[in-house]
């Protein structure tokens, strides 16, 4: 049979309240524990577990709360959310969606990691694994607006403290043990009626040693040709094509040099240099 608890409705004000709780410990024990579990199913699904709060008429919809409590001696409570396995079918997505509005600001999604004495907590983000198919791929992509600009995307580590270092930038894309390894591609939107996005690769400074490198370097092969490196500025239907300046950095001791080199071959003709206006 089942069983239903409702509170009381009321024609004029506030319905009744539910508060479904263990008492406080004693001086000396532990809370108790609170669980809500649907039954396991012999023939069919199994039942759903639907915690919703009521849609508000002049008011704010309510909020759901899910807050671990702190520990003093031992650590945090664990925060677990977790699909459901399958072994014929998918297994269960995850989804968390913040709500829309019609009228103003859609509402943000905030995933942070707890702050911490020693170390902050980490964060990660993985696609699944597969056993006969392709892993899951992860998307990160801004809101697309109708009438004005998308939203930016900022990618970057925290500066460092007063004695520490900052956090590094690495992006790679995996190796392959059949195939072609995954491309790694970097590029800003066309414009209609504006310039094009820039790209800006810059190294940073530095004030006792000396300042980063900038390295860019195709990849080697040993069972074909090495890969190729390819500099080239925008040409215009309309205006000049653009600029390629490569320039050595000045210095109070000696200038950079510059070193154009055909590459070595062991077998054949060594690469040639070609300078044309």
Same mark, same amino acid.
């Given at each position: 049979?089942?069983?239903?608890?409702?509170?009381?409705?009321?024609?004029?004000?506030?319905?009744?309240?539910?508060?479904?709780?263990?008492?406080n410990a004693g001086s000396s024990g532990v809370s108790g524990d609170v669980s809500m579990s649907s039954g396991t199913s012999s023939a069919g699904n199994s039942g759903s577990l639907s915690l919703s709060s009521g849609n508000a008429a002049g008011g704010t919809g309510g909020a759901i709360s899910v807050n671990v409590g702190t520990g003093d001696t031992?650590?945090?409570?664990?925060?677990?959310?977790?699909?459901g396995d399958s072994s014929g079918d998918?297994? %269960?997505?995850?989804?968390?969606? #913040?709500? =829309? /509005?019609?009228?103003?600001? &859609? *509402?943000?999604?905030?995933?942070?990691?707890g702050s911490g004495s020693v170390l902050g907590g980490s964060m990660s983000i993985l696609g699944g694994d597969s056993t006969t198919s392709t892993g899951g791929s992860i998307g990160i992509e801004t809101g697309h607006s109708t009438g004005t600009d998308s939203g930016s995307l900022t990618l970057a580590t925290s500066n460092a403290g007063s004695s520490g270092v900052s956090?590094?930038?690495?992006?790679?894309?995996?190796?392959?043990?059949? %195939?072609?390894?995954?491309?790694? #591609?970097? =590029? /800003?939107?066309?414009?209609? &009626? *504006?310039?094009?996005?820039?790209?800006?690769?810059?190294?940073?400074?530095?004030d006792t040693g000396i300042g980063g490198n900038l390295d860019m370097t195709a990849g080697d092969s040993s069972g074909d040709d090495g890969g190729q490196v390819s500099i080239t500025s925008g040409s215009s239907s309309s205006g000049d094509g653009g600029q390629v300046s490569i320039e050595a950095g000045s210095g109070s001791v000696l200038g950079?040099?510059?070193?154009?080199?055909?590459?070595?071959?062991?077998?054949?003709?060594g690469g040639s240099i070609g300078i044309e206006t």
């Open positions: 049979g089942s069983i239903g608890i409702e509170t009381g409705h009321s024609t004029g004000t506030d319905s009744g309240s539910l508060t479904l709780a263990t008492s031992g650590i945090g409570g664990n925060l677990d959310m977790t699909a998918d297994g %269960g997505q995850v989804s968390i969606t #913040s709500g =829309s /509005s019609s009228s103003g600001d &859609g *509402g943000q999604v905030s995933i942070e990691a956090g590094d930038v690495s992006m790679s894309s995996g190796t392959s043990s059949a %195939g072609n390894s995954g491309s790694l #591609s970097l =590029s /800003s939107g066309n414009a209609a &009626g *504006g310039t094009g996005g820039a790209i800006s690769v810059n190294v940073g400074t530095g950079g040099s510059m070193s154009i080199l055909g590459g070595d071959s062991t077998t054949s003709t």
